[in-house]
């Protein structure tokens, strides 16, 4: 597993290296531009050789790229699916101009219409996002499930892939806090071992292709996204080393979103680290 955490490119972009290092990050996430705003940050090819430079030699073995909060890929306004195509591809454009393993997108919402044709409408804009972009994978994120998000389940993931096309640059990235909160109890090891199987079944593991760990403020089922620091919410240190530690989860990007000081901390790392090990070493213990 690649740990690492959510990162500012304020700066520049080599900045977002520099701090997953002092981190000691394996993997990075950032935003592409501002979270609160349409307009895209004008990166060019010169950032990106600045980026590739600064990740040379360094602790950062994965990077990833987050798609703003602003974006509704299902929205019933063709204003705002405009917006977010041309978002989304940008996205897709950075990722593939600094070798990001892919773009973390949420999928969108349906609000109060129906689910199924806010599955479509998201669909046909991730196809043609996908068709104006090369070099970068797609990774839906699943959702807690409120106010009508899609991919609260793994049964709407799989839709969404399908209406996405399918193809090898759609995966998927699962957040441990929205996984407790749209009801997958995965509080132990044996209760993720039995989501993840689930998982399999209705998706395919071979779609997984990286992680979020965040605990969760709420309770399971509650379908409420409030993001806890780890090992301080419903999951607890026994759920985040369980998640820390499956073996499914070998070789890819872990990346903590939530931090002591709003953003992940060198403490916040220290302690994943921690925790990874603790879960490991419980699974030996089981395997004797």
């Not at 993997?27 to 950032?47: C, E, L």
Request: charged share 25%.
């Amino acid at each position: 597993m690649l740990i690492g955490a959510h990162v500012s490119p304020a700066g520049g972009l080599p900045r977002a290296v520099e701090r997953g290092v002092e981190r000691k990050c394996q993997a990075i996430q950032i935003f592409n531009q501002s979270p609160r705003m349409w307009r895209p940050t004008a990166y060019g090819d010169d950032d990106f050789h600045a980026f590739l430079r600064a990740r040379e030699g360094s602790s950062i073995k994965a990077v990833l790229v987050h798609a703003v909060y602003l974006l509704n890929c299902a929205s019933e306004e063709k204003e705002i699916r405009e917006k977010s195509l041309a978002s989304l591809s940008q996205s897709l454009r950075v990722g593939a101009g600094i070798e990001a393993i892919g773009v973390v997108l949420h999928p969108g919402s349906a609000k109060t219409g129906a689910v199924g044709a806010a599955i479509k409408r998201a669909g046909k804009v991730i196809r043609q996002a996908l068709a104006e972009t090369d070099g970068c994978q797609l990774h839906l994120e699943n959702t807690a499930g409120a106010g009508g998000t899609l991919g609260r389940s793994f049964e709407e993931l799989a839709e969404l892939l399908d209406a996405g096309g399918s193809g090898p640059r759609l995966a998927v990235c699962l957040d441990s806090c929205h996984l407790l909160a749209s009801g997958y109890d995965i509080r132990s090891a044996q209760g993720l071992a039995e989501t993840l199987q689930q998982f399999d079944r209705i998706v395919g593991l071979d779609r997984l292709a990286s992680l979020h760990l965040n605990d969760s403020k709420v309770p399971l089922g509650s379908n409420r996204d409030r993001h806890e620091l780890i090992a301080q919410g419903e999951l607890g240190e026994a759920g985040c080393a369980a998640f820390l530690s499956d073996p499914h989860f070998e070789q890819l990007p872990c990346v903590l979103e939530t931090g002591a000081d709003g953003a992940p901390a060198i403490s916040d790392m220290e302690l994943a680290f921690k925790l990874r090990q603790r879960g490991k070493r419980r699974r030996a213990r089981r395997t004797r």
